[in-house]
């Protein structure tokens, strides 16, 4: 890291080791009562930038979205554990910054909540206070995914354009001066941008036409323009196409490109670019080993990928906390698969990492503060299935993650199992249903000797997942209009 980095960072030290003295203090975890379909926060995986395989469907199970959870450093009487608060609802996606969160609303409007010393709440004032419940970005809208940096917040909206507050000295919010903002300011020079990824003190942006532009801090040639210059607007990366996915990490950065091949630039002095050498580079080279890649996350000093027929998780760079886990701290400056299959997302902190399933479980492994339930609480060496607090039939699932500096945020739904109730009474019927958190629904009759009394169909079926709380339609038998059952 470079000196002033360290200098900004240790200037927040004393605002986590004193939260205890405010109140409900919990920048790594936010409720949301919410009502939305977790269907458009599955079909997410372009709200948040993630390119899915060729013809492939949204994974994962059908539900409805419960709210934002979140684990980490917590000064309260649980700390590790997911916690959820109030204040938010209809989440689409969640983005983690180093002490404030952002959320991104279904209605195409952005809630933030945490510390405001360099605007990153963008609502319209710069002072050193924790404001501890969501609350809406004034004047924002039309908003379709989003990204937090250390400081600093992108904003995509649905023309294509970009739009940033926050924290600027490295001019990460590209609008060719050095000041911070309290409010949205436009980005200069980008129009149909698809997919927006922010980092400590550089933002990047693909366009819908494969391309790659990257501003702010470039010490590393994290840029990836082939300079080590900072730049205070928009450089378009020469000499990459088709890229169909971005990550931008500490001082590196990442890409996919629609072959399923990854890319990589800037510092690699602990492996992070996985070309086998810890040689910086200030342009974008090919990361040897892996095919079919979909989804790349770049942390601090270490990467992610998804790759391959089976979805796998593949790591490479600094393992100081554990982050690749592997079961090992040795640094990789190679992919290596960890073992971690069927994932449809991953993240990358500080020295944290985390992952989403296709069947919507989420994993935390690294230095991420979870707390599993033998009570280990230090770095996690290997992934770690993440517990959320049950709901009425305790299926309650993750559909996106996002990691900041010592925390992590989670989209998390609900989902029910219908039971089998065939051959039950209506009333032996209702007891089963409201056990797995459904109600009975519309009732029909059907003549039937051999299900008099009893239900005879269900819909949707026995093992069909739902949102919680839905109803199921049944089916009565009864007897002929004409004739006795015998």
């Given at each position: ?21 405010m ?6 975890a ?16 372009a ?16 539900g ?21 608060i ?16 952002a ?19 963008g ?13 809406p ?6 908003v ?6 250390y ?16 924290y ?18 436009q980005?200069p ?7 927006v ?12 036409d ?10 590393f ?16 990366l ?9 990550s ?5 950065g990442?890409a ?13 002095a ?22 079919g ?9 270490h ?7 089976g ?39 500080f ?25 280990q609480s ?47 009474t ?14 009975v ?8 000797c ?6 005879k ?18 089916t ?9 059952c015998?």
């Amino acid at each position: 890291m470079f000196s002033i980095a360290k200098g900004r960072l240790a200037r927040h030290v004393p605002l986590l080791a004193g939260a205890e003295q405010m109140p409900n203090v919990r920048s790594w975890a936010r409720r949301a009562g919410g009502t939305g379909l977790a269907a458009a926060a599955l079909a997410g995986l372009a709200a948040i930038g993630m390119a899915a395989p060729a013809g492939a469907s949204v994974p994962g199970p059908v539900g409805a979205v419960v709210g934002v959870y979140g684990w980490g450093l917590d000064p309260s009487p649980q700390p590790g554990q997911p916690a959820q608060i109030s204040g938010l609802a209809n989440v689409q996606q969640v983005a983690e910054g180093q002490v404030f969160g952002a959320a991104l609303l279904s209605d195409g409007t952005v809630d933030t909540w945490g510390y405001d010393g360099d605007g990153e709440l963008g609502d319209g004032r710069i002072a050193p206070v924790y404001r501890t419940n969501p609350a809406p970005v004034p004047g924002l809208d039309g908003v379709v995914k989003i990204a937090a940096g250390y400081q600093h917040v992108l904003a995509l909206k649905s023309d294509g354009t970009v739009w940033a507050w926050g924290y600027n000295f490295y001019r990460e919010l590209g609008n060719g001066t050095t000041a911070d903002q309290a409010t949205p300011v436009q980005v200069p020079g980008l129009t149909g941008i698809a997919q927006v990824s922010a980092s400590f003190y550089d933002s990047m942006a693909r366009g819908s036409d494969g391309s790659v532009w990257a501003w702010g801090h470039n010490g590393f040639g994290e840029l990836g323009d082939g300079t080590t210059i900072n730049r205070a607007t928009p450089v378009k990366l020469p000499g990459l196409s088709g890229v169909t996915q971005i990550s931008a990490g500490y001082e590196h950065g990442l890409a996919v490109k629609s072959d399923g091949t990854a890319w990589a630039w800037g510092n690699n002095a602990l492996g992070q670019l996985g070309l086998g050498t810890t040689t910086n580079h200030a342009a974008p080279v090919q990361v040897p080993g892996l095919a079919g890649v979909t989804q790349v996350a770049a942390g601090q000093t270490h990467s992610l990928a998804i790759a391959g027929p089976g979805s796998s998780v593949w790591a490479w760079g600094d393992d100081s906390s554990s982050q690749l886990g592997d079961g090992a701290t040795k640094e990789q400056n190679s992919p290596e698969s960890i073992g971690l299959t069927g994932i449809t997302q991953v993240s990358a902190g500080f020295n944290q990492s985390a992952a989403v399933s296709s069947n919507a479980a989420a994993y935390s492994w690294g230095k991420s503060g979870y707390i599993i339930d033998s009570g280990q609480s230090g770095p996690l060496s290997v992934p770690i299935q993440v517990l959320f607090p049950n709901n009425v039939d305790g299926a309650t699932e993750a559909v996106q993650v996002s990691l900041g500096v010592s925390s992590s945020l989670a989209v998390v739904i609900s989902a029910a199992t219908v039971p089998n109730a065939v051959g039950d009474t209506l009333q032996q019927a209702t007891a089963v249903l409201a056990a797995a958190g459904l109600t009975v629904g519309q009732q029909a009759s059907e003549a039937d000797c051999n299900f008099l009394g009893k239900v005879k169909e269900e819909t949707p079926g026995a093992g069909t997942q739902v949102a919680l709380g839905s109803a199921v339609s049944l089916t009565i038998g009864v007897k002929p209009a004409r004739g006795a059952c015998g």
